[in-house]
């Protein structure tokens, strides 16, 4: 096999092999390294109500009784492993909202305020489940 030949199929091999790593590519992560995608979030306390969630914004966990208002967040606190912002979305209300992470897929959240002119206050452990269905 001449030099030529030789290089050629050394590059083929290569592409064959970057396009087998491409195929195996890593679940998106959200910031703070929090993967993607379907989560279980479990009440502490009271009656360990569940609820699955297929998360692809991190406000999803922040602002979980704001779901969709439109509100003005501020960070209170950034760390590598947690996360504390407050939030304001007007006449829908408030929050504060603590979240720890433990890993890309296993968190404890905190939150408190005011929703719908009532207070709240809950604690849950989110788990990754999977990609979301």
């Known amino acids: 096999m001449t030099a030529r030949r030789r290089a050629l199929a050394a590059a083929m091999a290569m592409m064959m092999a970057g396009s087998a790593v491409q195929a195996a590519a890593p679940l998106p992560r959200l910031p703070k390294g929090l993967e993607a995608g ?16 297929c998360l692809s914004n991190l406000s999803q966990l ?56 009532a207070p709240f206050a809950f604690a849950l452990e989110g788990r990754w489940l999977g990609a979301c269905r």
Do not use: M, P
């Not at 989560?39 to 306390?45: A, D, F, H, M």
């Not at 704001?66 to 939030?87: E, I, M, P, Q, W």
């Open 38 to 53: 379907q989560w279980e979030l479990r009440e502490r306390g009271g009656d360990g109500a569940v609820r699955k969630l």
């Open 62 to 117: 922040l602002q979980s009784r704001h779901a969709g208002d439109s509100c003005k967040s501020f960070t209170v606190s950034d760390a590598a492993n947690r996360l504390v912002v407050t939030y304001e979305c007007g006449a829908a209300g408030n929050g504060r909202t603590d979240l720890r992470i433990e890993t890309s897929r296993l968190v404890q959240i905190q939150s408190q305020g005011i929703a719908d002119g």
